[in-house]
């Protein structure tokens, strides 16, 4: 079974420029995940879609960062203008719920972001 | 969403068992509680997940006591590729649409030889 696609891997962009991040969840799977990890620190939610809606964007600085996940499948994450303080692995994840059980979370490899 | 608390970090030797204990004293009724193991550069990747008593897999076994306040993640027998950053997690599960994971710091384990 392929896993969660990720890309780009690595990234850098001066400050106030633009990043896209893309992500191809695992098939069928309807909860897409982003997360942010900064070094040293564990990954922190910044939104989550039921496929094609959002579930929870509480944590994501609307004000730069905006995703979407058109037809329930692909999903994009942007930052515009991009700040020091985003550089980060982004991280993508999908789920889907288990039978009788809890759900697990499955995530990709990370695209690593370095702001200059 | 139910708060852990775990160690930061943990020393281990080669061949030992290791575990990690980690409280979540307001865990809610439908919380199911998952442990992720993540390697430098790479995303977190699923160990074990449980609800109630004992779970155990190829990789590890996860302890849960009646309360569920708590629970144990046992690494049998750890070699030097164990090394990585263990988190616990508690998450509503039982096939619920809303679910979501609140990682914290993690403890970072090492192994060494």
């Known amino acids: 079974e392929a896993g969660v696609a990720q890309s780009p891997r690595y990234k850098i962009i001066e400050k106030r420029q633009s990043v896209a991040f893309w992500c191809n969840p695992i098939s069928g799977h309807a909860t897409l995940y982003w997360y942010q990890q900064i070094l040293g620190q564990g990954p922190k939610l910044l939104i989550q879609f039921q496929n094609n809606g959002v579930v929870d964007d509480s944590q994501l600085p609307k004000d730069r960062f905006s995703a979407e996940r058109l037809k329930g499948v692909d999903s994009t994450l942007k930052i515009q203008p991009a700040k020091l303080e985003d550089s980060a692995v982004y991280l993508c994840a999908s789920s889907e719920p288990q039978g009788g059980g809890g759900n697990t979370i499955y995530f990709g490899e990370g695209s690593w972001l370095t702001v200059v | 969403l139910a708060k852990t608390t775990q160690p930061i970090s943990m020393d281990s030797y080669e061949g030992q068992e290791v575990n990690i204990t980690c409280s979540h004293n307001?865990?809610?009724?439908?919380?199911?509680i998952t442990w992720y193991q993540q390697f430098p550069s790479q995303g977190p990747r699923f160990i074990i997940q449980g609800y109630k008593t004992k779970v155990t897999n190829e990789v590890a076994s996860l302890f849960i006591p009646a309360d569920r306040k708590s629970s144990t993640l046992s690494l049998p027998r750890v070699s030097l590729s164990d090394t990585a950053v263990y988190y616990c997690l508690v998450g509503a599960g039982r096939g619920s649409n809303d679910y979501k994971l609140s990682f914290g710091a993690g403890t970072t384990v090492t192994v060494r030889a």
């Open positions: 307001n865990i809610a009724t439908n919380d199911y």
